[in-house]
């Protein structure tokens, strides 16, 4: 089955033009206001003829496992894990060569903090042993999970998945107007990647939501515009894994671009569906909005459908689709101007397959 997604386009004048849901004063007051685990019990050595005892701990901190060089120097499977430790992300390490703490979180390059930077390599380590389509930790830094706080006793019992969104400054969150309109406790969680696990290299940042800027034509029933802004009570701190998405210059064509969504979101749609514990990508190309309306005109949607102005369309392959869950995440290209620099094309609204 082919599977279509659909996305709010435009986001490049979405920071610019005045026709935002609030009073354009209190808007351009907000907008300047903006502008490590204990180890688990020691093993034997694997090698019975090395007498020095091991440890299993975060695979940063066998000394002799740690290097300058943070993208991509160690290959972690994800299945199996390393040495027999417990966790896929621990190391058994000799205990004379376990650091007593994590080392020092290395400061990024220039290069690191510009936006759109992608680690394909991953940070730290690349995976091997994926399902499908896991991304690598730190792939995408700009990629953010939206969770809603639940409290009982005046105490938060809970983080509850909403949405993905993409940072596109320390202090402002691009996503879905439908994940956030008359949402409350909101929650921004950036560095994540694995849901179930800590141990990554660098700690995952979470960030109340001060407030929310709905684009003003933004429409429901159909999600066109569906485009908001949240702006965050402090800023988050760049770090390889934590930093901007671009924005598309006004000249950028996206037609016929293979992008990238990425998300959370259940395996399949319906209540048979998970949410997935390591985050994925799933390749898009861009599809000419000629062709997109015709296809969905032969769909349930109608011979009469019209595609919105603020829509665009990606996928139309079979077996790729974004699902339950990735709704507010970016679309993310290679920009027309710097391969190597990724923009947002867009923000996953709604699907047909």
């Not at 090395?50 to 499977?77: H, Q, R």
């Not at 042993?129 to 991304?135: F, I, L, P, Q, T």
Request: glycine letters at 10%; hydrophobic letters at 35%; a negative charge.
């Amino acid at each position: 089955m082919h599977t279509w997604l659909f996305v709010a386009a435009g986001v490049v004048f979405v920071l610019t033009a005045p026709d935002i849901a609030a009073p354009q004063a209190d808007v351009d007051a907000a907008i300047a206001e903006v502008f490590g685990s204990e180890p688990t019990p020691s093993l034997p050595p694997p090698d019975q003829d090395n007498m020095v005892s091991c440890e299993c701990v975060p695979f940063y901190m066998c000394k002799n496992e740690t290097s300058e060089d943070y993208y991509g120097e160690d290959v972690i499977d994800i299945r199996l894990g390393e040495s027999g430790c417990a966790h896929y992300l621990e190391k058994c390490c000799p205990v004379r060569s376990t650091l007593p703490d994590p080392p020092r979180t290395p400061r990024p390059s220039p290069a690191d903090l510009r936006c759109g930077v992608r680690h394909e390599q991953g940070v730290g380590f690349k995976i091997t042993g994926g399902v499908e389509n896991e991304a690598n930790y730190g792939e995408f830094p700009w990629m953010v999970a939206l969770l809603r706080r639940d409290w009982v006793d005046d105490v938060v019992s809970l983080k509850v998945m909403v949405c993905g969104g993409s940072i596109i400054h320390p202090q402002v969150i691009l996503t879905g107007a439908h994940c956030v309109k008359g949402k409350k406790d909101l929650i921004v969680r950036a560095g994540e990647w694995d849901t179930k696990t800590d141990k990554e290299q660098y700690p995952t940042q979470d960030r109340i939501v001060k407030q929310i800027i709905l684009h003003d034509q933004y429409y429901a029933g159909g999600l066109h515009n569906d485009v908001a802004l949240l702006l965050l009570e402090n800023p988050l701190d760049l770090n390889p894994v934590v930093g901007t998405i671009c924005l598309p210059a006004q000249d950028e064509n996206m037609n016929g671009r293979n992008c990238i969504v990425t998300g959370w979101g259940k395996d399949v749609f319906g209540n048979k569906g998970k949410y997935q514990e390591i985050l994925k990508r799933v390749e898009q190309p861009i599809i000419p909005r000629g062709p997109c309306q015709n296809t969905l005109r032969k769909t349930r949607l109608g011979p009469r459908f019209k595609l919105h102005k603020s829509l665009l369309c990606a996928g139309g392959q079979i077996g790729k689709d974004a699902c339950k869950g990735d709704g507010g995440g970016p679309l993310v290209c290679p920009s027309m101007h710097d391969p190597n620099l990724y923009v947002q094309a867009g923000i996953v609204a709604w699907g047909i397959g």
